[in-house]
């Protein structure tokens, strides 16, 4: 296992097109780390310069506190696992695995040991004499990466290597890449973006958007405290509404809403009195309550349409001058029109730090 650090990376394919903008990010050693953004964020770009595939414009690249910046690919101990599984069609599963080995010029029982502990640890050393065309995709996929880890790499990265799968094989490689990684005691940086994919199994993730680093944190933390709006909306649906700062205490701040006045977590960032901020509420954390009753954060509405989906319902309700969205679990029968009243707990109120 060794940690990542990069500091003042910035990377340009032309002049005035910068891809990357003086990235500063660690990547702690063990971890399940994903780098997550819409496509063209620089994303991809992130991980060929920790491949060695490209070099950046400015800054340096460390691993346990090793500068490569300059290094080959081939020297810098990292495995690699692609979008489209990069196998070789005339070799057996097992030469495909030992493909690495061979490069590195590692003969004999110890390449034989390597191949067979790698495809154990895929469960797929049943394969090892049949070649690639026979096997599904995410039999592949598990081959692609027995042959990136078959030479025990310090750090594996993984270029958004379920997205050629189809819904069903994704949701069970998940848990199997992140056994995987964990299994073999690897960091591990993986591209995606899948939200999902990301919130599944990441220990922490980086938010990337046009070429800067948004936020960077666990998957809950990005979920439930978001910064930005951007981060926001890319890890999920919510609601967003101006406010203004009343008063700042220890934990909570006052707020005055479109909806009354309310009170929510202390964020992250300052914040005074008189502050204008947009503030967030996750579709889930509007919760409908008995109308007619007292609650704090309370505030009445009409519901005007709604989805039926079995174990839950998505309602559309009608406060002020706003739609606010509603996902409700064990949803009762609710006629249009009628009136609601929704609560949100002060924690699930959250303020972001973008204007």
């Known amino acids: 296992m060794l940690n990542v650090e990069l500091k003042g990376v910035s990377k340009s394919y032309s002049p005035g097109k910068t891809v990357l903008q003086m990235l500063d990010l660690n990547i702690n050693a063990g971890e399940l780390f ?39 690919p081939e020297r810098r101990d990292t495995g690699m696992v692609f979008q489209n599984y990069a196998l070789w069609p005339h070799m057996s599963i097992f030469d495909n695995v030992a493909f690495g080995l061979d490069t590195r010029n590692i003969r004999g029982d110890e390449r034989r040991r390597l191949v067979h502990e790698a495809l154990v640890l895929v469960e797929m050393e049943e394969f090892a004499e049949r070649k690639p065309a026979s096997l599904s995709g995410g039999q592949q996929q598990r081959v692609a990466l027995a042959r990136a ?48 994919e990301a919130l599944s199994m990441a220990d922490r993730i980086a938010i990337l958007n046009q070429g800067r680093l948004e936020q960077v944190g666990t998957p809950e933390h990005l979920y439930r405290r978001p910064l930005t709006r951007f981060t926001a909306e890319f890890m999920g649906q919510a609601n967003f509404f101006p406010v203004t700062v009343n008063t700042v205490g220890h934990d909570v701040c006052v707020l005055d809403t479109p909806f009354g006045t309310m009170r929510a977590a202390k964020p992250d960032f300052e914040v005074t009195a008189g502050d204008r901020l947009t503030a967030m509420v996750r579709t889930e954390c509007l919760r409908p309550t008995q109308e007619g009753t007292s609650h704090d954060n309370a505030f009445s509405g009409r519901l005007k349409a709604g989805s039926f989906q079995g174990e839950n319902s998505v309602w559309e309700v009608s406060a002020g001058d706003y739609l606010l969205n509603v996902l409700e679990a064990c949803p009762p029968h609710r006629e249009p029109e009628s009136g609601i009243t929704l609560q949100i707990t002060p924690e699930h109120l959250v303020l972001l730090g973008d204007q």
């Open 34 to 72: 994903f780098l997550l953004g819409p496509s063209g964020c620089g994303k991809t770009t992130l991980l060929r310069l920790l491949a060695g595939f490209l070099k950046p414009d400015t800054g340096t690249i460390f691993f346990a506190e090793r500068d490569i910046t300059h290094v080959a």
């Open 149 to 196: 880890l078959a030479f025990r790499p310090k750090l594996l990265l993984l270029d958004e290597p379920l997205s050629n799968l189809d819904a069903k094989l994704r949701d069970s490689m998940r848990s199997e890449i992140r056994r995987i990684c964990k299994s073999a005691g690897l960091t591990a940086i993986y591209v995606t973006h899948d939200r999902k």
